[in-house]
């Protein structure tokens, strides 16, 4: 029995393809609202009413959505990507607590607020730590089996061959019978006779 296996997307795969497909759209529509000027600035307006953006916040949303929809060709980088996610969301997640005072020290104030986090932003980064973290553990589903079943052979009807009758060779004899050699053989005393008597008579 011949067997195939069906290749089927893993739900890994199909996580991290629509998370970066997310995050694509997320990056375009929010350089509709903030344009190209003061890249890293803070004066731009909110998306949505809620989310503190920027150009820069929009590179960042464009960068990981290109690196989801390559990523997501695989299960084993899809999972790499949700391991980034969880990793890069949860120090931007502990970055935006201490920028908007939830922590009692600020060991990076000298880095300012490049991106323009508040708190709404801070409450999506923990959402999409989450999601990666789930995007790198999600079991594998079963690889599916398909069965074929073997060819059957036809066999063709065995016939005996006919035998090819070979043309017997025909025996040939030069030899005359006895009884013609014992005819001749006294015709033959005969004439020898005769020339005998024949040369007694001419003496």
Known sequence: MAESVRARLQPT???????????????????VHTGFN??????????????????????????????????????????????????????????????????????VSELGN???????DNWLHLGLAVLGLVIAIVPLRRKVVETEPAPVAIQEPVTDPVPVQQPQPVATTTDEPATVQEERKPRGLHRLGRLRSKGTTAH
Do not use: C, E
């Open 13 to 31: 795969q199909v996580l991290a393809g629509l998370v970066g497909l997310a995050f694509l759209a997320l990056g375009v529509i929010g350089f």
């Open 114 to 120: 490049p991106l323009n986090l508040n708190i709404a």
């Open 38 to 107: 003061d890249f890293a600035g803070q004066g731009h307006t909110m998306l949505w009413g809620v989310f503190a953006i920027n150009p820069l916040h929009n590179v960042l949303h464009l960068l990981f959505g290109v690196v989801g929809v390559l990523l997501a060709l695989t299960s084993a980088t899809s999972r790499l990507y949700g391991w980034v996610l969880f990793a890069a969301y949860g120090v931007l997640l502990v970055w935006g607590l201490m920028l908007v005072g939830l922590t009692s020290t600020n060991p």
